[in-house]
């Protein structure tokens, strides 16, 4: 699988390396699709903090266009909406 990670997620949020990114990307603890195609989900970086992502994945890439740390409330609340438990299946 081929990801990357916008360059605009670390120009805005400068505490977030494309390292930090893909590793929360890997172990992803929440996610959920959203009717647009796009996914919402949080992961683990490295340096055990919760980074909020938005991706788009097209057969095996996968773009990621957004990321935060940490998450907020509003994505939490809106993996949960769409996922029912919010937990990844």
């Known amino acids: ?17 494309a390292e930090d990114v893909l590793t929360a990307f ?3 603890m929440m ?9 919402v989900a949080i992961g683990l970086d490295g340096h055990g903090r919760d ?3 938005v991706y788009k994945q097209i057969a095996d890439r996968v773009l990621i266009y957004h990321a935060m740390t940490p ?18 299946q």
Not at 1 to 17: N, Q, S
Not at 31 to 39: H, V
Not at 79 to 87: E, F, K, P, Q, T
Request: aromatic share 4%; glycine share 6%; hydrophobic share 30%.
């Open 1 to 17: 699988m081929e990801i990357y990670v916008l360059p605009r997620v670390h120009e805005r949020h400068p505490e977030l390396d």
């Open 26 to 28: 890997r172990s992803i």
């Open 31 to 39: 996610d959920a699709l959203r009717e647009n195609g796009t996914w």
């Open 51 to 53: 980074v909020e992502m």
């Open 71 to 88: 998450p907020t409330k509003k994505t939490l609340n809106e993996i949960n909406s769409l996922h029912g438990d919010g937990r990844k």
